[in-house]
C-alpha cells in the first residue's frame, strides 16, 4: 500500500473508514469519517510526510438512495512529493454540514461556496457562505442535486424576476435597496473611523469592457484604494455540469469548447484524457504528436490573446494588433484542420478528427521562422516600456506560500516562483520526449506574470518544432469497437462496423464503473475534469476544476491595498476567461 | 530622453505608413476564402439524379447535444424495405456546428457548408425544413455523389427514389 494511505490510517484508525489505491490510474483515495474531518485535514496539511499543501477541487456528488446521501470529495496535492489524494466525507441529508477546511487552505473558500451553492451542503465555520454562482436570492434548491430537473424549475416566462407585460406596474420606492441589505457587501473589516469619514461601494462591471465577459466585482473603497473586492460571479452559469449528467461522453466534448472559448483545444485535450484514463484508452503515436502540437498551438493562442488584452487594457493598443496579426495565422491553421477557428471539437477518444496536411505542416514550420522575431517586437514594444513597467511591476503581488495555500496554478502560480506544470510533474503527450523549460518568476507580480507568458509562448514554439520534426506516420485514431467509432467508409460496407457505428452514436459507450480525476495543463492553469461513472453511457457525475474560478478566490488578498487603476491589471494577471469560471 | 522615444514611435509608424500591408479584409465588400471542410451551415444532400440520400435512419437526432434535430421516418410507399425521412426539421438556433450529426450518418446525406451568413430578424427564420436544408445543399454542393446502389451492392437497398418524390426544380427556400 502507498505510505500516505498507510500513514493516514495508522495515524486515524477509526476515522479513516477505508483507504483505496486505483491500480490502473495510481490514484489513491481514502473515506473519511465525518465527525473527524477537521483533524486529518489539518494533519494533511502539517505534517511533513503527506504536505498537501495544494487545495485542487472539492466536489460534490448525490447519492439519492443511500443513507448517508451527499458525498463531498477533495483533491488535494503535495506539491513537495507530487502525490495526489483523494478524499471522501459522507453526510446526511437530514444535517448536510461539514467542518470548514477555509481556514487551512484559503482556496477552500470559493470552493466550498460552490459546494454550498449547488448541493446544498453547509460547512460550519465557513467565514461568508453564501451562493456564488446561482443568484444569492435563488430559492428553488440545490441544482446539482439528482432530483433536480436539468430544464430547471418553470421556463423563463415563469420565472418571477422577468417582468411580464400582464402584471400590474410595481410601485416605485424611494430606495432601490432597502437598508438592511446595504451592507451585505461590506461585512467584515470595519472602517478605521479616525482617518475617513465615508467609505464608498463602488460595483465595477458586470458589463466593463475588460472584465472580459460578465463579471461584477464590489470594490470597497478608501479614497482610490481598495479596502475590499468581493467578485460576484455566475453571470455565464450555462450548469454545463448539471448538462453533462444528462449526455453521453461523446455529446459533452462540444460542450468543453465553451468552457474556456479562448483556447478550446485545450480544453477538448483534458476532458478528452480524462475520459480515455477513466475507460483506458492507449493512443497512437502519431495522435500523440499532433496532440501535442495542436496543444501548444492553442498556448500560443491563449498567451497572444492575453498580452494583447492585457496591454489592450492596460493602454497600450499597438501590441493588440501585433498579436492578434499572429493569433490569425495560428487561426488560420486551425480552421484548415478542423472547419472551425474557436470551437474546435477536434479531438476524439483515442486521438483525433484529422490528419495534420502537409500543407498546414509547412504552413506551421513558415510560422514557427518567424515567429520568434514576433516575439522580439513584442518586447521591443513592452520589455522597457516606462508605462508598462509601472503599471504591472509591484501589481498583484502574491507570495509562493500563499500562492499555494490559494490553489493558484499555470503562469499565476509559476509567477510567484513555484515550479509546478503538469506537463512536468506528470508528463501527458509527448512532452516527456521533447526538450522545454518551465520559466519561473520571482517576485510574484505582473510584470513576472507577464515574462512567464512570453518565455512560455518561445518554449512551445520549441516543442511544437521538436514535435514536427520526430513525428512519425502512423494512424491519428486508436482501434477500439465499443468506444471509437469505426471509420467512415466501412460502415455501410461491413456490417460489423455498421452495428458498432449504429451503437456508439445512438447510446454510446459504456466506461467502467470508476471515478478519476485528470489534470491538464492550459494556459491559465490546472484544468481537471473529474468523473463518476456508474456504467451506464452517460457520467454520474463529471466536475470541471476551472483554473479561473479558483483564480477568482484570491482576487480579494491580491486586489486590497491597490488603486482603482490596478483593478483591471489584476484581472488580468489571471487570464481570465468567465465561460470556464462560471462554466 | 522623451524625445527619442516619440521619435522610434514615429519611426515605426511612418515606416507602416509607407509600407502599406493591411491584414484586414474590408468585410462586406470582400470575403475570405474558407477552407473545404469548413463547418458552416449545415445541409442534406442528393445523389446525382436528385434522389435525396437521407434514409431517415434518426443517428443524427440521436447524437446531437442540442436537439436541434428532429427526424420523422417513414416507409417509402410501396416499398416496405425502404425507408425515407418524411419530415425532416432543424432549429439552428441551438446548433452547436460540432459536426457530430454529419460524422454520425452513415449515407452521408449530411454535410456542413461554407455559409455563414445566416443572421436573420426573426429567429423563427432558423427553424429549417427538409425542403429548405435541400435547397441549401442544392446550391452549396452542385457536383453530387454517384447513388449508392452503384457504390457497392451491399448498401443497394438503402435509398432508391421513388413515385412522387418531390425533385430538385420544384423546390425553392422561402
Ligand atoms: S452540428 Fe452538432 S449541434 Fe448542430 S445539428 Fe449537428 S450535431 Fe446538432
Ligand atoms: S440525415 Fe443521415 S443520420 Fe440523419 S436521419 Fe438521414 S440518414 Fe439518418
Sequence with gaps: ??????????????????????????????????????????????????????????????????????????????????????????????????????????????????????????????????????????????????????????????????????????????????????????????????????????????????????????????????????????????????????????????????????????????????????????IPERAEYVRTIVAEMQRIVGHLFWLGTQALDIGAMTVFFFTFREREVLLDMFEKLCGARLTLNYFRFGGVDSDLTPEIIASLKEFLNTFSAHIEEYDTLLKENRIWLARTKGVAVISGEDAINFGLTGPSLRGSGVAYDIRKLEPYGMYDKVEWEVPLGKAGDTYDRYWIRVEEMRQSARIIEQCLEQIPEGPIIAEDAKVIPPPKPDVMRDMQSLIHHFIIFTQGFKPPKGETYCATEVPKGELGFFLISDGSPRPYRMKIRSPSFVHMGAFDHMARGYLISDIITIFGTYDIVMGECDR | MTFYELAMGMKVTLRHLLHYRPITLQYPHEKRLLPENYRGMLALLRYDDGTEKCVGCDLCEAVCPSRVIRVISAEVPNEPIKRYAKEYDMDMTRCLFCGLCVQACPVDALGMTREYEWAVYNKRNLHLNKEQLLAIGDRSFPNREKRLEFQHPNVAFFNLPFPGQPLKESQTLT
Excluded at chain 1, 120 to 149: A, N, Q
Excluded at chain 1, 240 to 249: D, R, T
Design chain 1, 1 to 282: 500500500m502507498h505510505p500516505v494511505l498507510e500513514t493516514l490510517q495508522q495515524q486515524f484508525p477509526i476515522i479513516i473508514q477505508s483507504v483505496n489505491e486505483d491500480p490502473q490510474r495510481h490514484e489513491l483515495s481514502a473515506q473519511v469519517e465525518r465527525g473527524g474531518w477537521g483533524d486529518v485535514a489539518q494533519f494533511l496539511h502539517d505534517d511533513p510526510a503527506m504536505a498537501f499543501d495544494h487545495m485542487t477541487d472539492i466536489c460534490s456528488v448525490d447519492y439519492p438512495d443511500d443513507f448517508e446521501r451527499f458525498e463531498i470529495i477533495y483533491h488535494f496535492l503535495s506539491l513537495p512529493h507530487g502525490t495526489r489524494i483523494r478524499l471522501k466525507v459522507r453526510v446526511t441529508e437530514d444535517d448536510p454540514s461539514l467542518a470548514s477546511i477555509c481556514h487551512i487552505w484559503a482556496g477552500a473558500n470559493f470552493l466550498e461556496r460552490e459546494v454550498f451553492d449547488l448541493m446544498g451542503i453547509r460547512f460550519t465555520g465557513h467565514p461568508d457562505l453564501r451562493r456564488i454562482l446561482m443568484p444569492e436570492d435563488y430559492d428553488e434548491g440545490y441544482p446539482l442535486r439528482k432530483d433536480f430537473p436539468a430544464e430547471g424549475k418553470g421556463w423563463r416566462s415563469q420565472m418571477d424576476f422577468i417582468p411580464r407585460l400582464d402584471e400590474p406596474v410595481s410601485e416605485w420606492s424611494a430606495d432601490e435597496i432597502p437598508s438592511d441589505q446595504r451592507h451585505q457587501f461590506m461585512a467584515g473589516d470595519s472602517p478605521d473611523e479616525s482617518k475617513r469619514t465615508t467609505e464608498m461601494l463602488l460595483n465595477m462591471g458586470p458589463q466593463h469592457p475588460s472584465t472580459h465577459g460578465v463579471l461584477r466585482v464590489v470594490l470597497e473603497l478608501d479614497g482610490e484604494r481598495v479596502t475590499k473586492a468581493v467578485p460576484d460571479l455566475g453571470y455565464l452559469h450555462r450548469g454545463v455540469e448539471k448538462l453533462a449528467e444528462g449526455l453521453n461522453y461523446m455529446q459533452i466534448l462540444p460542450h468543453t469548447d465553451r468552457l474556456d472559448y479562448v483556447c478550446a483545444m485545450t480544453n477538448n485535450y483534458a476532458y478528452v484524457r480524462a475520459v480515455e484514463k477513466l475507460v483506458g484508452i492507449t
